[in-house]
């Protein structure tokens, strides 16, 4: 494919992924069932009593079983400060075990040991007018900021690992402007590609 | 999402067993494959520029994680495809096939209401049930991916001595 069609498309795709960018934030509220940062912001009241999942980074960690998150919008700005409970369900007595009057046997959304501040939580549960939240579910994301910092260091490694591995076998061609393999003796010990390249008559359509 | 060391893993062991069965795929395109587990996170370009700062230079509404999905994906895997000199469509589908282990590797990751993302966009804004299985910045996800990366690299070697 000659440099400049290449060009082309890639401008054209570059296009398409900040065209799918644009129509997906446009289209982002009415599709995603819970109230985003902006929605919580505008219209707090509308949400009250829904079942709703939010994000959101943990602030203080009560002994009460109650936790504060903090809800942000796209421009990362704090618009909601929730005080979430996430101790055990509301005490029932048990209906199925008369005379027992026991706390019903659920287990707790979140253990407050499990996170710290600092930390980001996914909760899912009830949105009260007071802002405040009772808790069925929450994931620790993040159990603090150690948390997020092991997760973008070893992702780092990862890009390392990736591009290194690719440059391994791959130079960057500056005439053609593209990538190119290395010489393939060097890099493939087996394979159609090496076979082809090392036979004396070999050639290879575009290696040129 | 999982964190990137463990999608590359991943990916490394899916085109690197698949080369044990495809001749024409050396280990030049098993590369390629891991950088293709690499373009869904293109996304976290969010981390340093936020959603609303893009939306007030464009205009218009904007969402970066539509990169982190199917139509991102493919688009993306597009333009790695012509950044290659030659063997476009090859590149194209090594680079699609990495990033789709991402999303599906993604796709199983633990949600509060129990539905994964909406990865599907733009072919559907389902929410498909979540097996609930990790979270990223569990230890455990890394030495998993690692134990098996590690499994797969010696047989490997076994096989091409």
Known sequence: MRLAVRATVAVVLLAGVVGLCVHYGATYEENWPHPTGEQLDAEYDRHVDDQVL??????????????????????????????????PGPEE?????????????????????????????????????????????????????????????VSLLGILLAVGYFFRHWRPDGRRLGFEPRTAGKTERIGADAELEQRPNGSRNGNG | MAELLSHVLVAYVCFTVASWKLDWLTKRWVAVGTIGALLPDLNRIGLFVSDATLEAAFGV?????????????????????????????????????????????????????????????????????????????????????????????????????
């Open chain 1, 93 to 153: 007595t048990n209906a199925d075990s008369p005379g027992t009057d026991s706390i019903r046997d659920e287990a707790t959304p979140l253990d407050p040991s499990a996170v710290e501040p600092g930390g980001t939580v996914q909760v899912y549960g009830e949105l009260e007018e007071d802002r405040s939240m009772t808790a069925d579910e929450v994931v620790v994301v993040n159990s603090g900021p150690d948390a997020a910092t092991y997760k973008h260091g």
């Open chain 2, 61 to 161: 509404p904007f969402r970066i994680g539509a990169i982190h999905t199917l139509g991102g994906t493919l688009l993306l895997a597009g333009v790695g495809a012509v950044v290659v000199a030659d063997e476009h469509r090859r590149a194209f589908g090594v680079l699609l096939a990495g990033g789709l282990s991402h999303l599906l590797v993604d796709a199983l990751k633990m949600y509060a209401d129990g539905v994964a993302g909406t990865w599907l966009y733009p072919i559907t804004w389902l929410r498909h049930p979540t097996p609930n299985l990790y979270v990223s910045s569990d230890p455990l996800v890394f030495l998993s991916t690692g134990a098996l990366a590690a499994v797969v690299y010696f047989v490997d070697r076994l096989r091409t001595r």
């Open chain 1, 54 to 87: 939010l994000f959101g980074e943990v602030k203080d960690v009560n002994p009460d079983e109650t936790v504060e998150v903090h809800v942000t919008d796209s421009a990362d700005e704090v618009v909601a400060e929730l005080e979430v409970d996430v101790g």
